[in-house]
């Protein structure tokens, strides 16, 4: 019950953050995408089935409150909760570069999809400005606050585990 109280409060404090200050310091218009990191990194450090729970609800709040069509982002930040999910084995707590490629890719997969619905179907064919634009710069910016967040994520999620540990032994006995 803590666990799923604090992931609420932490894509709450994310999704405000992401919505309101970052866009307020954004660079052309451009913010980091803090949903991105927070699906990807729990799903790595938890697993496929709580990456996709919690992917499901931030692509909702995207969806609901940023959205155009209800239920894409949901569906996408799922799928990325789940992939990233499935390199929970090959998880090292203290290796960064991993968790850094795999957000990287997801936000870069998430944004080729949105231009792909978003843009592409609506005939907008100026992929190249759409890259150079949006895609490279809001890439650079979630790779830059990664190096922050991951860590705060991964130290959050070390203690939940401790918690849970001490907890499970208490009851045993």
Same mark, same amino acid.
């Given at each position: 019950?803590?666990?799923?109280?604090?992931?609420?409060?932490?894509?709450?404090?994310?999704?405000?953050?992401?919505?309101?200050?970052?866009?307020?310091?954004?660079?052309?218009?451009?913010?980091?995408? !803090? %949903? /991105?990191?927070?699906?990807?990194? @729990?799903? #790595?450090?938890?697993?496929?089935?709580?990456? &996709? *729970?919690? +992917?499901? =609800?931030?692509? !909702? %709040? /995207?969806?609901?409150?940023?959205? @155009?069509? #209800?239920?894409?982002?949901?569906?996408?930040? &799922? *799928?990325? +909760?789940? =992939?990233?999910?499935?390199?929970?084995?090959?998880?090292?707590?203290?290796?960064?570069?991993?968790?850094?490629?795999?957000?990287?890719?997801?936000?870069?997969?998430?944004?080729?999809?949105?231009?792909?619905?978003?843009?592409?179907?609506?005939?907008?064919?100026?992929?190249?400005?759409?890259?150079?634009?949006?895609?490279?710069?809001?890439?650079?910016?979630?790779?830059?606050?990664?190096?922050?967040?991951?860590?705060?994520?991964?130290?959050?999620?070390?203690?939940?585990?401790?918690?849970?540990?001490?907890?499970?032994?208490?009851?045993?006995?």
């Amino acid at each position: 019950m803590l666990r799923k109280v604090i992931l609420f409060i932490i894509i709450s404090i994310c999704f405000v953050l992401q919505t309101t200050t970052f866009q307020a310091i954004s660079f052309a218009g451009i913010g980091p995408n !803090l %949903l /991105i990191i927070v699906v990807s990194a @729990f799903g #790595l450090m938890r697993g496929r089935k709580e990456g &996709m *729970y919690i +992917g499901f =609800i931030c692509g !909702l %709040l /995207i969806d609901i409150f940023c959205g @155009f069509y #209800l239920g894409i982002y949901a569906l996408l930040y &799922m *799928y990325v +909760g789940y =992939i990233n999910g499935m390199f929970r084995k090959r998880f090292y707590p203290d290796d960064i570069r991993q968790p850094m490629v795999l957000i990287a890719t997801s936000d870069l997969a998430v944004n080729l999809v949105i231009y792909i619905i978003l843009f592409l179907t609506r005939s907008r064919f100026d992929f190249g400005y759409y890259l150079m634009h949006v895609i490279i710069p809001e890439l650079v910016y979630t790779m830059v606050i990664t190096i922050f967040l991951y860590y705060l994520l991964l130290k959050i999620n070390q203690k939940l585990e401790a918690y849970e540990k001490r907890r499970a032994i208490k009851f045993d006995l």
